[in-house]
């Protein structure tokens, strides 16, 4: 069955999520990921979005997955529907988040994210929407996975201005900032999926991004050419499995109106 | 008797919307009718609060409402335009906050408190004081301040409490005396309500008094803290209102509202029909109905979702007993 | 398949409630019979937390459960008796606060921020500095802080965020996942959901996920944060339950529990009939029922009060529309 | 008709409320006087208490008044029920509330109220039930009306302890704690009314409680027999009205169970 990158990419951030526990989705891919891992092989993650709904189960016959995150659906199957104080306060801040999944426009070495703008904050080249709930999300989430495309300009070595921090600049950086040292630990491109050296969960080792697995007929030299640093690569790098017919399926049925993901691009 | 809070949306922006207020502009749910009629009687100098700001902010931008916004992320940024020029020359104010940071702070002006911790931002680069005077800051020392627990020592963000002059709010019902009734996930607009000085709230339904007194617990604020009542079906249109209607993207791109931040000319094209070119709600939505007919309206109508079951009763005793009977 | 967090009351505490914990007691339809078990089982070196704790505490001090309490009002120390006695001679500790303290302490343990600032107490004689330890002081200066904001300098004081190990709360309903829904006027509950470690609640009524699902605005707490559900009918006794029966002050005088302060054989008079006499709280009602007959149940069952009406609908439209047929 | 000085204080604290406004009604006697008072001649007084009711309008036929703050008939012709934060924060601190009606056991010349103990807080001699909410309602509303039997061991110079600021210590006190300048207002006794000599709302003036009105038959030199200071007395004391037999009617049925009042006591 055709396919793209993007939808693999989709695919593989599903496959990726836990089978259990309290995900937050921020804007963008994450939502259409984690509603595909929800109706795929997580039936018992609790999905909970920034604008009030708490632990959505989508119908099996669900016509869409939500529409930004402000979709009414969210409303049909969730436990608790409630404000964003509750979803970003007493939720997520409250420690009750096990994973966040974001999209941003810039990713570097240590998993810091940049949703806000291009260039300096004090001459900025170009204003982007900006960081909606993908700030606290990356602070106070105990994990963060991350889908963005693989392209040298995204995936950058320091992004421009850090609006979500990873590992900062290393090992402690976050328990010193005042955060738990626990952060990101999974990335999922059009390329592969990367993990981080964090044997002591932030604490230690370099804390940078390492790729873990490829997509299929890809190798570890073409992602390292769209990654704008040395990247640090995994002894043994797996080949990711190809998107089975009913992933691709619910996928497609998931996203009716090409709202997520443009037949053909990429 | 008590006076009954219901008026037209003209009067309503007239008497509580000045120049110069902060204006809460909503997030899901946005009170497009309320924000047209604002765009319509121009305002000027208003500054935007909101977590997210979405296309309803650009409306008032693109009106030259309002110069300047407080939120964690502005839709007219979002593509190439004037507004992004606006920001880069200066014309346009911002301070970056974030979803989380502005509902707190809504929150704790609700509360009526100086400020709000939060432990968002840290590690960031937003905290980093050579940021403080950005290009597009107008609030520097008073935006935050990074702190530390009295109590244990630990790093916090200190928010400032946030009272908007007024608040623009669509609700699902209220009664005339402006008691207001909201279900459905809410985002910020929950505290919303309690924060602003002024708040106007447009209505799909007006409800008698004794349909709020059976289920109390659905208001979101009572009318003592309502200035207005607009009763404004289709009131959010193009977005939609939990239980009445959805979102109508199709109108965003047949209306031109989807390109209005690329020229004067596509601003002017979509606002001399939709907003200056109609005298009020009203007169939009017959234009509507000329334009795309009653099936677009019909098809925009909510056919799926939940309803609450019978079996919820806010029940008492009429005879208290404080001796037993033996 | 999702586990069921049901359970029996002798499982919920005896898993849930360690010695020495920080215990939420409850305000309005307090969870008596959550508290009667934690009695019965004897627990050890607890300390309650509520904004005002009612007679349930009076329970938990007399039974030896509780050596301290952090609230604004006690209604154990409201006559003279062995409570007071033990607060004078050290026995017994406390920290004063008020219920706007603990329900806004509450609310800052659930957001997960170090403290929260409030107006009140400024003025007062709490804040003097002499008074930081006095008699039945535990906490000192973690206490509360009186600080400057920031950002204008007026005086706040700073409440600390508490995160009670254990709530023990008594709901009008919930499902088998823990999802559990309230509705009334509720004190300071709300927050006690979201703030404590540990969420055993007790309900009325174990209603089908489809009737949660069915009204998500009724839940007040999500399953995510729920250790146990334990169905008990009448679980708030002596206390009522909105919509289910009315307090029963009758019974707080026939079984002498309005007295147990007074002396450790009134205590005992009491709770060997009511708490350790019987197994759990079906046996409890047994015994009321034997001793006053089902009339004195029925004496206490509501019968006014409002109900909502039909016309809530958390609607949608299945198909939406990107683009405009014509 | 005969009534007992309680009965009386009760309808004079009722006829001393405004006709508008949102009002919170603490603990004990404030109750009954408060919805003796919306039933009267207040039908557009806002009713608040601190457990979550908002805009209470009992029933015409209202069989009893509130049995406490937590009695589930609040829920039956409140505009709004929510919880103990929104009333005693987001109403209440957020600055809505433009009269709080209070009981305490001791009151001073100031009208700083005690609700906490006898003694000394270091060495109490007796502890009561506590403050609950009466202490942020004497911060933070806009006025304060005090109801309170006329006792000299309860009308002191100054309180054991201030839970609940009246002007503290007397003109711009408030304000300097942080406070709105303006505090209480009225207090009402089982002997007659006070009120304080605050011509600037608490910035100028000394402060002080001053005898206004003095109930049937009793002058002012007994109201000062039962007051623990140099009490002030206006020069022009009234003398207050009889309470009608509607009044008294419709006190003692929001009472039927002698909750609030005992036959017979003052």
Known sequence: MEYTLAELMCVVAAREMPKEGTVMLGMGLPVLAGTLAKLMHAPELRVCTEVGAFDWEPRPDVPRTSIGIHDFILNDGAAMVSDMVDALGTLLMGGNVDIGVLAAAQVDRFGNLNTLLMGDYLAPERRLGGTGGNTEIACLAKRVLTIMPQERRRFVSRVDFNTSPGYISGPGARRRAGLDPQGPNIVVSTFGVFGFDTPDGGESGSCEMVLEAVFPNLDPDTVKLETGWDLRVAPHVREVEEPTEDELTLLRRLDPHHFYLTPGRY | ?326
């Open chain 2, 1 to 326: 008797m008590r006076e009954s809070k219901v008026m037209s949306e003209r009067e309503a922006i007239s008497r509580f919307v000045a120049d110069g207020d902060s204006v809460y502009v909503g997030y899901t749910a946005a009170a497009y009718g309320l924000i047209r009629e604002v765009v319509r009687q121009r305002k000027t100098g208003l500054e935007m609060i909101g977590a997210s700001v979405g296309p309803q902010g650009t409306l008032l931008i693109m009106g030259r409402c309002a110069d300047r916004v407080r939120t964690g992320y502005l839709a007219a940024a979002l593509r190439p335009g004037l507004v992004q020029d606006m920001m880069s020359d200066g014309t346009f104010k911002y301070e970056d906050y974030s979803n989380q940071a502005i509902a707190l702070m809504l929150m704790a002006g609700a509360l009526g408190i100086p400020f709000i911790p939060t432990r968002s931002f840290l590690g960031t680069d937003y905290l980093d004081p050579k940021n403080v005077d950005h290009p597009g800051a107008y609030l520097h020392e008073q935006k935050w301040r990074a702190m530390e627990s009295p109590f244990d020592g630990q790093p916090y963000v200190a928010l400032p409490a946030l009272r908007p002059d007024v608040a623009l709010l669509h609700a699902q019902r209220a009664d005339e005396f402006g008691n207001v009734q909201v279900w459905g996930h809410q985002g910020d607009a929950r505290w919303a309500y309690w924060a602003a000085k002024k708040v106007i709230v447009s209505v799909e339904e007006i409800v008698s008094h004794e349909t709020v007194l059976n289920d109390p617990g659905r208001t979101v604020v009572p009318g003592l803290r309502v200035s207005a009542i607009v009763h404004m079906p289709y009131g959010a249109h193009p977005a939609g209102q939990i239980g009445y209607y959805d979102y109508d993207y199709a109108f965003q791109g047949v209306s031109g509202m989807g390109q209005i931040v690329r020229s004067q000319e596509l601003w002017h094209a979509h606002a001399d029909e939709w907003i200056y070119g109609v005298e009020d709600h009203a007169g939009y939505l017959r234009r509507y109905v000329e334009r795309f007919g009653e099936a677009a309206l019909a098809a925009i109508a909510v056919d799926s979702g939940r309803t609450p079951e019978p079996g919820v009763r806010y029940g008492y005793a009429k005879q208290l007993r404080f001796r037993m009977e033996s």
